[in-house]
């Protein structure tokens, strides 16, 4: 009586659109001081999916592996043991050249340090990524200025980081990461260096992307206010994940 009721699931399991990122078992460990170093074991066997329009924030305290995780999401480094795969494909077949242009079209990263070109325009440095799409430049632009209206700054295009808030300087750094159109995007302490209010207001327009531009949002803090707004929190403690909920 029961199978077609299994029947459906399991359609609705091949259908289902893969994880834009999925990690198994993911372990890393670094050797300090040259070969007869001291081995440390920063992730102990991680295992999550992160799925198209989800918001995730990952929390713990210092040492907890958090940076670690971020870089093996972010396709920056690879795991030690385990399997990560990236919209179904797997690291452990992909060459650097292929992460580079996995972290170019599909990851958009925004961190606590804004880390804008001080000379440049907002225009121009939300631009910088497209450089790499061998785009034309009045398309590379078009993109741009797209993206910074997008995060309220239609009228800043020309303004240089020295010219602009704490706040709108994040809101270029978040539209340079969303000019690619990527499918995960990483923020890292996003308000650590904004005051409360400003802070808030960030959060907020972060907190909108997934619904509006169907990117999978995770944010790596060690707040338990800003990891209380999302949906799904994972909470993790040397190496491992404590609680997830």
């Known amino acids: 009586m029961s199978e077609p009721l299994v029947l459906g699931e399991a359609v609705a399991d091949a259908t289902r659109e893969p994880p834009v990122v999925e990690a198994i078992d993911l ?34 305290p210092s040492g907890s592996g958090k940076s670690t995780l971020l ?7 690879r795991p030690t043991s385990g399997t990560l795969r990236f919209s179904g494909r797997d690291v452990a077949e992909m060459s650097d050249a292929d992460l580079a242009a996995l972290r170019n079209r599909e990851i958009g990263f925004v961190f606590q340090q ?9 225009l121009a440095n939300v631009e910088l990524p497209l450089v790499y799409r061998d785009l034309p430049r009045s398309e590379r632009r078009r993109r741009a200025a797209a993206a910074l209206e997008s995060v309220g700054l239609a009228d800043r295009l020309g303004h240089r980081p020295s010219q602009l808030s704490g706040g709108e300087q994040q809101r270029v750094a978040i539209a340079r990461a969303l000019v690619t ?20 207001e960030v959060m907020d327009l972060l907190q909108r992307l997934p619904a509006e ?5 995770v944010v790596i803090t060690h707040d338990p206010e800003i990891a209380a707004l999302a949906p799904r929190r994972i909470r993790l403690r040397d190496g491992r994940i404590d609680r997830e909920g």
Do not use: K
């Open 114 to 122: 804004f880390h804008l070109l001080a000379r440049t325009s907002a």
């Open 27 to 60: 372990v890393r460990r670094y050797r300090l001081g040259g070969p007869d170093g001291a081995v440390v074991e920063a992730l102990r066997g991680i295992s999550l999916r992160i799925d198209p329009g989800e918001f995730v924030t990952i929390v713990g």
């Open 213 to 217: 531009h169907g990117v999978a949002l």
């Open 181 to 200: 159109e990527p499918r995960l995007l990483l923020a890292d302490e996003p308000t650590g260096n904004l005051d409360s209010a400003t802070g808030a």
């Open 71 to 77: 870089h093996l999401l972010g396709a920056l480094d």
